[in-house]
């Protein structure tokens, strides 16, 4: 079984600050790492994945997250927030075998970006 | 390529009457995925279907859910006898297979009263 941990239930941030939004998980195999973003009153839309390779992946508008796998955690970054990165992101892992693809999430985190 | 539809994206029933929430994936994805969201919560897993097979329910709840995926037609996640407690975001996602991550729809909103 998995689980994932966000610490921060809300983050607020002026407008062009860094941004580091922290996520942890436990799990007894292997996992596949990803962080979505939820804007009000819609769907998730995925912002960046971790399958393998390189830890540090990188979304196309200016997140990124590493992998960690001794602290078994997979923190969400950017140098420069905008006013439209305000929206809650969740953290998930599914497990990296073939018994299915299910994600567990995180609680999610509410970016709050201020002028 | 249309994306994961989700209907209706807002459902109103009053207690005790059926829910019905529909999805249909993504063009060439075979599994489909649905998750609950509840008012301030992250998103719990439901079930996992594959055409004509359920092969994870493990999130459902035992009683008044249920899940298809029929050969033909969108996947349907039906509530029975429905409770406030039913209030909540339905999120359906497809994949092509395993492994990746999926895609999400947009969710169908459903109010108890």
């Known amino acids: 079984a998995q689980s994932v941990t966000q610490l921060d239930s809300q983050v607020p941030v002026f407008e062009e600050a860094p941004v580091e939004l922290r996520c942890n998980y436990s799990?007894?195999?292997?996992?596949?790492l990803f962080w979505y973003v939820q804007y009000p009153n819609q769907g998730l839309q995925l912002l960046l994945k971790y399958l393998s390779g390189s830890t540090l992946v990188e979304s196309i508008n200016g997140f990124e997250a590493e992998f960690n796998k001794s602290q078994t955690s997979f923190h969400l970054r950017k140098p420069s927030v905008h006013i439209s990165d305000t929206a809650e992101y969740f953290c998930?892992?599914?497990?990296?075998?073939?018994?299915?693809?299910?994600?567990?999430f995180g609680g999610g985190t509410r970016l709050m970006v201020k002028p | 390529n249309a994306g994961v539809m989700q209907n209706p994206r807002h459902l109103v029933r009053r207690r005790g009457q059926e829910a019905r929430l529909r999805c249909s994936p993504m063009k060439g994805h075979s599994h489909v995925y649905w998750y609950r969201q509840l008012p301030e919560e992250g998103l719990k897993f439901m079930v996992y279907l594959q055409k004509e097979n359920i092969i994870d329910e493990s999130g459902m709840p035992k009683e008044r859910f249920s899940a298809e995926f029929p050969k033909e037609g969108p996947s349907i996640l039906r509530i029975q006898q429905v409770v406030r407690g039913d209030s909540a975001a339905y999120f359906c996602a497809s994949s092509p297979g395993q492994g990746g991550g999926y895609t999400f729809g947009s969710g169908t909103r459903l109010t108890v009263v």
């Open positions: 998930a892992v599914s497990p990296n075998n073939n018994a299915g693809n299910m994600l567990t």
């Open positions: 799990s007894s195999v292997s996992v596949y």
